[in-house]
């Protein structure tokens, strides 16, 4: 075979050969691909290797992979805003400053210090009433312990929280359930008591219906979050018997353990964003009205930032991953996540001298999207 028969025929295998799971590229990816998102973490590399920033045209959107582009993205809502958040939330996570700042500032008061110590009581008091030598770590724990905490810090007495669960249930076997989620929350939140107080202290700024979109926010940015961390990193402890070990003999390893779970698996790996104008990032023009894809799970391993990034490592010294995003839309439960994922975490090693998983863990079934990755049941025994 001549040398140029050969580059011929080595052409022909890469037009006719099967698309390998690695293969698309930023023309043609599509990251709610099954297949994808199963594992989304190699093509984030692929992409970022071959740029920051990327147009995906499957999507219709801009990607930010790399982390200082993404770090840059989410310090600037000037430029980038959070309008594309308008359906789950208007006033302040759909809001741009100086709106939101206002909005903003009002409940940051009720995250301060003496509060998060009650909901972390409230935390630990959960996770140590569902402890049982058998369970599903999800619907049996991480779940329950982050509806618990939310509860208590909107003011939902059990009536409220069941008909929520209900709620949620039956949005599920909607065509919209989003839509059938926020409806649900938008009728029960005048049940809440941060209801009626925040329509106190700020009735002439928020209408009754922002007040609503406040509640069913706050709920919405607890809830899932914290229970997708919790699911993650009990999964780690669960497949690690060494891991589990070292922690329930150094607890002081708790918090670094903790920050690298939310490092490597976020529970939103893309935050949206508009721009409100022509812009340049990581030296790709995006247009006015465009929508931007900050992909923080891809940020959280750029081996620019994190040494070893796929790699958890409790001896980490760079720690600012963009799990809890960055800027000014910055988690608000920041601390109060975290309390509440240590306090889970804790009460199940103490409980748990030997946790494993009751299947294989390539058995596990995970809600799987362009955005999320996360198990859907965890059997655990103890
Ligand atoms: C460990 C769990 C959590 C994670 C990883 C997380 C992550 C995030 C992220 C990434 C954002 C910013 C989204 C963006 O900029 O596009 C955010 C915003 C927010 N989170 Fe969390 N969150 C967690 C727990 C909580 C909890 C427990 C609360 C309590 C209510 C909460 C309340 C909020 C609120 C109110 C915002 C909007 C802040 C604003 O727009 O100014 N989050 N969260």
Redesign the pocket.
């Known amino acids: 075979m001549t040398f140029l028969s050969r580059i011929k025929a080595a052409a022909r295998r890469r037009l006719f050969a099967p698309a390998g799971p690695l293969s698309p590229d930023a023309s043609t990816i599509d990251l709610d691909d099954a297949s994808i998102a199963a594992d989304p973490f190699p093509h984030y590399d692929r992409l970022r290797a071959s740029g920051s920033v990327q147009h995906l045209a499957k999507h219709g959107s801009w990607i930010v992979l790399g982390y200082d582009d993404a770090r840059h993205v989410?310090g600037d809502a000037a430029t980038f805003s959070?309008a594309p958040?308008a359906d789950v939330d208007a006033v302040?996570?759909g809001?741009d400053p100086p709106r939101?700042a206002i909005v903003?500032r009002v409940?940051a008061r009720r995250?301060a210090a003496q509060r998060l110590a009650q909901l972390d009581s409230t935390a630990q008091a959960a996770a140590r009433a569902l402890i049982e030598h058998e369970m599903d770590a999800v619907s049996g724990y991480a779940a329950p312990i982050s509806r618990a905490?939310?509860a208590d810090?909107i003011g939902f007495d059990q009536s409220a929280v069941a008909d929520i669960v209900e709620g949620t249930r039956r949005s599920l076997e909607t065509d919209a359930p989003l839509a059938a989620l926020i409806a649900t929350l938008d009728e029960i939140a005048p049940r809440a008591a941060m209801f009626e107080e925040i329509a106190a202290e700020v009735g002439e700024i928020l209408g009754d219906a922002e007040v609503r979109s406040l509640i069913r926010?706050?709920w919405l940015?607890?809830t899932t979050?914290?229970e997708r961390?919790i699911a993650q990193a009990v999964l780690r402890l669960a497949t690690d018997h060494a891991l589990a070990a070292r922690l329930r003999g150094e607890p002081d390893l708790l918090a670094p353990f903790v920050e690298e779970v939310?490092r490597l698996h976020?529970?939103?790996h893309l935050?949206?964003?508009a721009t409100t104008a022509p812009a340049v990032i990581g030296g790709v023009e995006i247009p006015a009205g465009a929508l931007v894809q900050?992909c923080?799970a891809a940020a959280n391993r750029d081996p620019v930032r994190f040494e070893q990034p796929h790699q958890l490592r409790l001896d980490r010294r760079e720690k600012r991953h963009?799990?809890?995003?960055?800027?000014?839309?910055?988690?608000?439960?920041?601390p109060?996540?975290?309390h509440?994922?240590a306090a889970s975490l804790t009460t199940l090693l103490a409980a748990a001298p030997r946790l494993r998983l009751r299947t294989n863990a390539a058995d596990l079934p995970f809600f799987r999207t362009a955005s999320a990755l996360s198990p859907l049941e965890l059997p655990i025994a103890l």
């Open positions: 989410l959070n958040y302040l996570l809001a939101q903003r409940l995250f905490v939310a810090l926010l706050l940015a607890a979050t914290t961390v939310l976020p529970p939103e935050l949206p964003r900050v923080v963009l799990a809890f995003g960055s800027g000014v839309h910055h988690c608000l439960g920041a109060l996540g975290r509440v994922v």
